[in-house]
């Protein structure tokens, strides 16, 4: 039976004519002294995996083009202690797409979709996120045995440290890209 996402993880849907996203920005060397002149579109994270004063910056669901302009805002606003140290091999941007009005097996063929071209994702970025131990490849993991598993069941089996991480569909439905490399490139985040 076809179940929307948000009915199917008992979610609130968020209407939207345009696809939202969400991206989170792990960045290092802040410099915590000052005020960051960054927009309400952000909330502030303090994450243990960083260091030097690192922060993971999060944003609200946003239009793409919402995001790009927050990308920008956010890293104009940043003062850093280092600014060669702000981007080390631990930072990285997280995309999260909303899947909350699609069904089901819309998420499941995008799953098998990515699946097919996730090494292609791989070459977008920095080569080091290849053999990241926060951005596993699927096809280096167990999880393709779960692919003919409902989206629940294979919710329930996944990984969060996975290159495509599933287990957001059921806090906030979405599904989160884990590979691009930390950067404040404008144009390589587009």
Not at 55 to 80: D, I, N, S
Not at 98 to 124: P, S
Not at 140 to 154: I, N, Q, R
């Amino acid at each position: 039976c076809l179940m929307q996402v948000a009915k199917l993880f008992e979610l609130p849907i968020r209407e939207s004519p345009d696809q939202l996203f969400g991206i989170e920005c792990e960045i290092e060397a802040l410099d915590t002294r000052v005020n960051w002149d960054i927009s309400d579109d952000w909330g502030v994270h303090e994450d243990n995996s960083l260091r030097n004063n690192g922060r993971e910056f999060v944003t609200r669901p946003l239009t793409l083009k919402q995001t790009l302009e927050a990308f920008r805002q956010l890293h104009e606003g940043l003062r850093f202690t280092d600014p060669e140290k702000a981007y080390s091999s631990r930072t990285s941007i997280h995309v999260h797409m909303n899947c909350l009005n699609l069904e089901d097996h819309q998420v499941r063929r995008i799953v098998l979709f990515y699946a097919l071209f996730e090494e292609a994702f791989f070459q977008l970025v920095a080569p080091a996120r290849r053999d990241n131990i926060h951005c596993v490849a699927l096809v280096e993991t167990f999880l393709p045995t779960f692919y003919g598993l409902s989206l629940k069941g294979m919710v329930s089996r996944w990984s969060k440290y996975t290159a495509l991480n599933l287990l957001p569909l059921s806090v906030y439905g979405t599904l989160e890209f884990r590979h691009m490399h930390g950067h404040n490139d404008l144009e390589g985040l587009s």
